[in-house]
């Protein structure tokens, strides 16, 4: 009986500890994430059936910028192994950022497609995550599948984050290090 009396408390503290996305990410969670991207894919599927709008933040120079155009992302799937947030900018529709569990592991892609559903060439690259984000943040550099599709070594990388309080949505890419755009959607405003 006692045994019973110190289990629970301690396996309340276990759960609430890893539900805020404590620790180092190393603890294993379902389908063999880490706790903290357990956390992480289960906060993106929190806004599941809701669409924000957002914008441009930065836009490094010497690229076209994409201030002028609406951004929308619709968080439209969201499963136990997987997260798809189609991305539009004004009429163009042809991008899904996609969260996925793939051998274990958090895997962000990017599915590009022709208005026809046929896919781009250049379509599905991105990154595993580096072991490095928590529940609100996650880093995915490029992976090898996009380091032969994609033109250019400048060590490609994408950070997604969700402010601890959910109120904001970041995409970022960088270049070696260094941001070459931000988008930041308002999460306290679904559309």
């Known amino acids: ?4 009396a110190l289990f629970l408390p301690a396996l309340i503290i276990m759960i609430i500890f890893n539900s805020c996305g404590g620790g ?20 993106l599927a929190s806004l599941c059936g809701n669409s924000y709008r957002g914008e441009e933040v930065y836009m490094a120079e010497g690229r076209e910028s994409w201030a002028h155009l609406d951004f929308v992302m619709h968080v439209t799937l969201c499963e136990e192994d997987r997260v798809y947030i189609p991305f539009h900018l004004s009429d163009d529709t042809s991008r899904t950022w996609m969260f996925l569990v793939e051998d274990g592991r958090l895997r962000f892609r990017h599915d590009h497609r022709y208005p026809d559903g046929t896919p781009e060439v250049q379509t599905l690259y991105g990154g595993y ?3 490095r ?7 995915f550099p490029k992976d090898e599948y996009s380091r032969e599709l994609l033109d250019g070594d400048f060590g490609r990388e994408w950070h997604v984050v969700m402010d601890e309080d959910m109120t904001t949505y970041s995409y970022r890419l960088l270049y070696d290090g260094e941001i070459v755009f931000q988008a930041d959607f308002d999460l306290t405003r679904p559309i």
């Open 1 to 4: 009986m006692k045994s019973k």
């Open 24 to 43: 180092t990410g190393t603890q294993e969670s379902t389908n063999g994430l880490s706790a903290a991207e357990r956390a992480f894919l289960d906060n």
């Open 129 to 131: 995550s580096d072991g």
């Open 133 to 139: 984000g928590n529940a609100y943040e996650q880093y």
